[in-house]
Antibody, heavy 119, light 107 residues
Framework: EVQLVESGGGLVQPGGSLRLSCVAS????????MHWVRQAPGKGPVWVSRIKTDGSYTTYADSVKGRFTIFRDNAKNTVYLQMNSLRAEDTAVYYC????????????WGQGTLVTVSS | DIQMTQSPSSLSASVGDKVTITCRAS??????LNWYQQKPGNAPKLLIYAASSLQSGVPSRFSGSRSGTDFTLTISSLQPDDFATYYC?????????FGGGTKVEFK
């Protein structure tokens, strides 16, 4: 059974930082691109970032470019999202999702971790 | 960015009804279109990938089709478990984008 478990969310003040983690099990982690997708309360999902199977390539949404960094540790089956200079509009549930290298969809999702940016 | 226009934004239906949801891409995305179901408090769940391929474990009453830049998700006979919000998503080009969602409610 595939499991993705996110952690690291919480309440942070504007301008602050958080690091999210997502640990995967039940898959050959290095066969998957990993993504972060966020969803603000009452809104639809929004793609945030992705990282290639070996960590050599990353892409970001314009809204987070320069503030967020995605990276992975294949030895630990873990993907991270370092979030700096947080803004109120970053408040959302953050999901990690898998994308097998042979496909182009979000096949597996974690349960999400809530990030609240507020003073 | 590729815009995904989903319609309707909500619909009311009864158990046994045939339900059709449409998603239009602002430019060609070939078959790079996926459909997800989301229930309150849960992550989205993949239903259909590559426009018309049924994800493993998803009931066969769900199907997807494509005509040019128009994509359709069909539920052939709505079941109680299907009342949820549905999203399309293009994976042709970054930023990967989702449609606005369609909430399927009980009539």
């Amino acid at each position: 059974e595939v499991q993705l478990v996110e952690s690291g969310g919480g309440l942070v003040q504007p301008g602050g930082s958080l690091r999210l983690s997502c640990v995967a099990s039940g898959i050959t982690f290095s066969d998957y691109w990993m993504h972060w997708v966020r969803q603000a309360p009452g809104k639809g999902p929004v793609w945030v970032s992705r990282i290639k199977t070996d960590g050599s390539y990353t892409t970001y949404a314009d809204s987070v470019k320069g503030r967020f960094t995605i990276f992975r540790d294949n030895a630990k089956n873990t993907v991270y999202l370092q979030m700096n200079s947080l803004r109120a509009e970053d408040t959302a549930v953050y999901y990690c999702a898998t994308n097998h290298a042979s496909r182009a969809d979000f096949e597996n999702w974690g349960q999400g971790t809530l990030v609240t940016v507020s003073s | 960015d590729i815009q995904m226009t989903q319609s309707p934004s909500s619909l009311s239906a009864s158990v046994g009804d045939k339900v059709t949801i449409t998603c239009r891409a602002s430019q060609s995305i070939t078959n790079y279109l996926n459909w997800y179901q989301q229930k309150p408090g849960n992550a989205p769940k993949l239903l259909i990938y590559a426009a018309s391929s049924l994800q493993s474990g998803v009931p066969s009453r769900f199907s997807g089709s494509r005509s040019g830049t128009d994509f359709t998700l069909t539920i052939s006979s709505l079941q109680p478990d299907d009342f949820a919000t549905y999203y399309c998503q293009q994976s042709y080009y970054t930023p990967l984008t989702f449609g606005g969602g369609t909430k399927v409610e009980f009539k």
